[in-house]
Nanobody, 128 residues
Framework: VQLQASGGGLVQPGGSLRLSCVASGSDFDYYAISWFRQAPGKEREWVACISISNSSTFFAPSVKGRFTIPRVNAKNTVYLQMNGLKPDDTAVYYC??????????????????????WGQGTQVTVSS
């Protein structure tokens, strides 16, 4: 599977932005999709994940309650809807997937490797 992320930009604090992750290839329905971000000088951080069945979503504490992760399988697309943006949300955002990693492993912090498939990053800047 190949992933392509888009939708980044400059937004004021408190504003909203929606990122898109479009997948090409077959079997999209069978992949859990995650979003990660990396700010300058900081380690990459897991942000959110939506399960294969769309029945479960998981969020890092830093974004819970502000971000959602809708998924439209018919469009092979997962979104990251970001509301109430803060300057600390400034980062390059990536979508990623791996057929052998489930969302719970990111949420619990029990996974010790990176996903195999990554989209290119999209820059999000939150500034007045």
């Amino acid at each position: 599977v190949q992933l392509q992320a888009s939708g980044g930009g400059l937004v004021q604090p408190g504003g909203s932005l929606r990122l898109s992750c479009v997948a090409s290839g077959s079997d999209f329905d069978y992949y859990a999709i995650s979003w990660f971000r990396q700010a300058p000088g900081k380690e990459r951080e897991w942000v959110a994940c939506i399960s294969i069945s769309n029945s479960s979503t998981f969020f890092a504490p830093s974004v819970k309650g502000r971000f959602t992760i809708p998924r439209v399988n018919a469009k092979n697309t997962v979104y990251l809807q970001m509301n109430g943006l803060k300057p600390d949300d400034t980062a390059v955002y990536y979508c990623a997937t791996d057929p052998y990693i489930i969302c719970r492993e990111y949420y619990d912090g029990t996974i010790n490797r990176s996903p195999d498939h990554w989209g290119q990053g999209t820059q999000v800047t939150v500034s007045s």
